[in-house]
């Protein structure tokens, strides 16, 4: 591994980038430079990981990185794997019950309608659905 750090150009900064957005810092383009925006977030890693926040991804920062689930190259044929900590969780927590659901949404009737793919399936049987979903089209 090359250490990577402000300057550094390729396929392995945008390797590290998809990492650090994994782990909910890095929220720029995946352009494989390695710029301020990489820089800040990897001296935000370090600092969250008790390591020297120096902006440098070098061993020390490597490692702790793989123990947290990066893995940069797969070992049967040399193509990238993504974090398991990609995409981000997200910062909230599920909705629980039907109260906090009426809440949010508003109350609608329903009922269940399992398919194959989806076992929780429902259908929304009243004009709920008309008056909060706006389709949009969007072009192919």
């Known amino acids: 591994m090359n250490v990577l750090k402000k300057g550094s150009k390729g396929e392995q900064v945008g390797d590290w980038q998809m990492f650090l957005r994994g782990v909910g810092l890095y929220y720029s383009a995946i352009d494989n430079d390695f710029g301020d925006i990489t820089e800040t977030s990897t001296k935000s890693f370090q600092r969250n990981n008790g390591l020297t926040a120096d902006g440098i991804v070098g061993n020390k920062t490597m490692k702790k990185a793989i123990e947290l689930g ?35 949404f508003g109350k609608f009737s329903y009922k269940a309608s399992p398919n194959g793919n989806n076992p929780e399936q429902i259908t929304i049987t009243d004009d709920w659905d008309d008056k909060n979903i706006v389709r949009v089209k969007l072009p192919a």
């Open 70 to 104: 990066y893995n940069e190259y797969s070992d049967e044929n040399d193509e990238f794997i993504h974090s398991p900590n990609y995409p981000a969780k997200p910062n909230f927590l599920p909705i629980t019950g039907n109260a906090n659901r009426e809440k949010l």
